[in-house]
């Protein structure tokens, strides 16, 4: 098995998870990062610098097909609504929109060369389930959202899409809010299955999105440890 995969964000935390268990079953894997020499060494893989706010995309890097895409990068910005400004909603806006689209842009004619092509992209449970002060984080991947029912009906039947959306997960994004075991354990709490998201676990759904999930496409799949569907009495 050969799959050609491209993972944005592939440095640390979920893209770095999803890097390991694609290449472990032989998949030809590239990422892209600002810093990828930071990057786990992974036999095989190839990494790439770019910054998903500001540089050309590196075409050059692309092979002559993919059978898939991963958009990673995100943001977890939580402030009361009086105190964000129209700037933090941009950039939140940028980088978990705009670095996609200009992903999925620039990748688009190689993915279709390629075979049973898909596209796995990130939103959060905030989206679906009203929280307080993630006002900027909530509207910029509720517009992700948007973006792959909308190219999930466009793409289709050569490219499937789909998003995931977690809860609070233990990776270097979040570290500020689970740095100590009372804040794991109150995170832990407020889930009907008393557990917070692992990096590995989401790697392994969008690895499933990947390479297995033939029949689903449009679809954005909570892993929030029943956060937004459940309430307990």
Same mark, same amino acid.
């Given at each position: 098995?050969?799959?050609?995969?491209?993972?944005?964000?592939?440095?640390?935390?979920?893209?770095?998870?999803?890097?390991?268990?694609?290449?472990?079953?032989?998949?030809?894997?590239?990422?892209?990062?600002? *810093?990828?020499? $930071?990057?786990? +060494?992974?036999?095989? &893989?190839?990494? #790439?610098?770019?910054? =998903?706010? %500001?540089?050309?995309? @590196?075409?050059?890097?692309?092979?002559?097909?993919?059978?898939?895409?991963?958009?990673?990068?995100?943001?977890?910005?939580?402030?009361?609504?009086?105190?964000?400004?129209?700037?933090?909603?941009?950039?939140?806006?940028?980088?978990?929109?705009?670095?996609?689209?200009?992903?999925?842009?620039?990748?688009? *004619?190689?993915? $279709?060369?390629? +075979?049973?092509?898909? &596209?796995?992209? #990130?939103?959060?449970? =905030?989206? %679906?389930?009203?929280? @307080?002060?993630?006002?900027?984080?909530?509207?910029?991947?509720?517009?992700?959202?948007?973006?792959?029912?909308?190219?999930?009906?466009?793409?289709?039947?050569?490219?499937?899409?789909?998003?995931?959306?977690?809860?609070?997960?233990?990776?270097?994004?979040?570290?500020?809010?689970?740095?100590?075991?009372?804040?794991?354990?109150?995170?832990?709490?407020?889930?009907?299955?008393?557990?917070?998201?692992?990096?590995?676990?989401?790697?392994?759904?969008?690895?499933?999105?990947?390479?297995?999930?033939?029949?689903?496409?449009?679809?954005?799949?909570?892993?929030?440890?029943?956060?937004?569907?459940?309430?307990?009495?």
């Amino acid at each position: 098995m050969s799959n050609p995969i491209l993972i944005v964000g592939g440095r640390s935390g979920i893209g770095a998870a999803l890097v390991a268990s694609l290449a472990e079953r032989g998949h030809q894997i590239m990422h892209l990062s600002r *810093e990828p020499e $930071k990057a786990p +060494d992974v036999q095989g &893989v190839r990494g #790439f610098r770019w910054d =998903a706010l %500001g540089d050309p995309f @590196p075409r050059d890097c692309l092979p002559e097909r993919l059978d898939g895409v991963v958009y990673c990068p995100g943001s977890i910005r939580l402030k009361p609504f009086g105190r964000l400004r129209e700037q933090e909603f941009r950039d939140d806006l940028e980088l978990n929109l705009m670095g996609a689209v200009r992903t999925l842009q620039a990748t688009m *004619e190689v993915l $279709k060369r390629g +075979d049973q092509g898909s &596209v796995v992209l #990130f939103s959060t449970v =905030a989206v %679906g389930t009203g929280m @307080p002060f993630h006002a900027s984080v909530a509207a910029a991947k509720g517009a992700v959202e948007g973006l792959t029912r909308s190219l999930a009906a466009e793409f289709a039947p050569d490219i499937r899409v789909n998003a995931i959306a977690p809860t609070i997960t233990d990776t270097p994004l979040a570290s500020r809010l689970l740095n100590t075991e009372e804040k794991r354990q109150s995170a832990a709490e407020r889930h009907p299955l008393k557990q917070i998201g692992s990096a590995s676990e989401l790697a392994e759904t969008a690895r499933w999105l990947l390479t297995d999930a033939q029949m689903v496409t449009g679809q954005v799949i909570a892993i929030d440890a029943g956060l937004s569907s459940l309430r307990m009495l």
